[in-house]
């Protein structure tokens, strides 16, 4: 591995990190905030599955370091946790469902053009 590896992955993740905050928003809007959760965690799915036979140093900046930073499962959680108790668990359990199958359709497709 190459000395500016690291760098690369926090340049990377700086990208990243700037990407998700523009999709899913800082606002005080907490239902466009999990649409972009959602947005970012699909995209990530597909983008890692995309990478899959990549290897060498820019897979590890790009890997980690971008999409790494660009999807948030801790997030993802807190607003599980937060729809649930806001609204209703049957809200919650849709969004954990839709995550999870249009994530790994994504990652599926992903696989499928790598």
Same mark, same amino acid.
Request: net charge neutral; hydrophobic share 55%.
């Given at each position: 591995?190459? &000395?500016? $590896?690291?760098?690369?992955? =926090? /340049?990377? #993740?700086? /990208?990243? *990190?700037? !990407?998700?905050v523009t999709v899913a928003g800082? #606002?005080? +809007?907490?239902?466009r905030q999990i649409y972009g959760? %959602?947005? =970012?965690? !699909? &995209? #990530?799915?597909?983008?890692?599955?995309?990478?899959?036979?990549? *290897?060498? +140093? @820019? @897979?590890?900046? %790009?890997?980690? #370091?971008?999409?790494?930073?660009?999807?948030?499962?801790s997030t993802f959680i807190s607003? =599980?946790?937060?729809?649930?108790?806001?609204?209703?668990?049957?809200? &919650?359990?849709?969004? /954990?469902?839709? @995550? $999870? !199958?249009?994530?790994?359709?994504?990652? %599926? !497709?992903? %696989?499928? =053009?790598?």
């Open positions: 591995m190459n &000395a500016l $590896v690291p760098v690369g992955i =926090v /340049v990377a #993740g700086f /990208v990243g *990190t700037l !990407i998700r800082l #606002g005080t +809007d907490f239902h959760t %959602l947005a =970012v965690n !699909i &995209a #990530g799915s597909f983008l890692l599955a995309r990478m899959a036979n990549s *290897t060498g +140093d @820019s @897979s590890l900046i %790009l890997g980690i #370091g971008a999409i790494g930073a660009l999807t948030t499962f607003q =599980v946790e937060r729809l649930g108790r806001e609204t209703t668990w049957e809200k &919650a359990a849709a969004y /954990v469902l839709a @995550s $999870v !199958i249009l994530g790994v359709t994504a990652a %599926l !497709i992903g %696989l499928a =053009v790598a």
